[in-house]
């Protein structure tokens, strides 16, 4: 009992403040969501779920949640990709592996004002250095962050560039917790490398990669300000997800009660979309 109590003494500081810092917004959301309520803390009346009906009749927040489904699934697929090819480097010997875990860290610390600065310079149609030098080898970029075919997975690239040091610290830290002689004993019953990652260290590591997909998903649908400070959900909304739906939404048409209704409703999305992850998704516990 005392040990309980102790734990709970210690817990209880940190959920008043998430109690606080998260559960009192989201009360304050669902109250507006009842109202019609224009500019924020404006004059308003109760609506019941006439805003709700709104958004759920309007098509361009199912637009926007769909591109939000397109956002999370190649950005963890593209983060990955890379996160893991980076944990893998860094496992290997050498001056330039030890170097790695000094430079594969710089992209996440770059501010993302200035992440989203560097790549639009970058990739400018005039002066971009990487659109200069695809054009040498006679490839036309164009103008990526412009073109409504692909602006939305331009600005993935440059969120999973920001993004997969995080995954690489933490896979690699996975990777770092695969025994040894387990290794050693299926490389002396013939396993070569890959069978050895996809039948030993893959199973062993399983449980960390879905926490951080779970974690990962949610962070990335949650996005906002590398999309807005490069498109603000343009060109033509190609890039508009939810979140900047539901900001355009508050202080762009100044619906203040509509993007409270909208936020409650990604919420109940969000929780639904965990809780089947974890119902069907979630490791067998003896993998």
Known sequence: ????????????????????????????????????????????????????????????????????????????????LLAFSAALLLQSKGWWAKSARVWVMLPWVIPTISVTIIWQWMLNSNYGVIHWALGEVGIDLGSPFSDPGVALFS??????????????????????????????????????????????????????????????SLWSFNVLDSIYLITEGGPVEATTTVPVYIYNTAFGAFRSSEAAAASVLTVLVLVTVAMLMVRFARPKEDS
Do not use: C
């Open 155 to 216: 600005i993935i690239l440059v969120n999973s560039w920001h993004w997969f040091p995080l995954a690489t610290v933490v896979i690699y830290g996975a990777l770092a917790t695969v025994p040894e002689e387990t290794l050693e004993a299926a490389r002396i019953d013939g396993a070569n490398n890959r069978q050895t990652f996809f039948a030993v260290t893959l199973p062993l590591i399983n449980p960390i990669l879905f926490a951080l997909g779970l974690v990962g």
């Open 1 to 80: 009992m005392k040990k309980h109590l102790l734990g709970f003494s210690l817990v209880t500081p940190v959920m008043v403040i998430m109690l606080v810092a998260i559960g009192l917004p989201l009360i304050n959301s669902v109250w507006i969501s009842f109202q019609d309520q224009r500019v924020i803390g404006g004059e308003s009346e109760f609506v019941g779920f006439e805003t709700y009906v709104r958004i759920l009749l309007d098509s361009s927040f199912w637009s926007a949640l769909g591109r939000s489904g397109t956002w999370v699934v190649v950005n963890l697929i593209v983060q990955t």
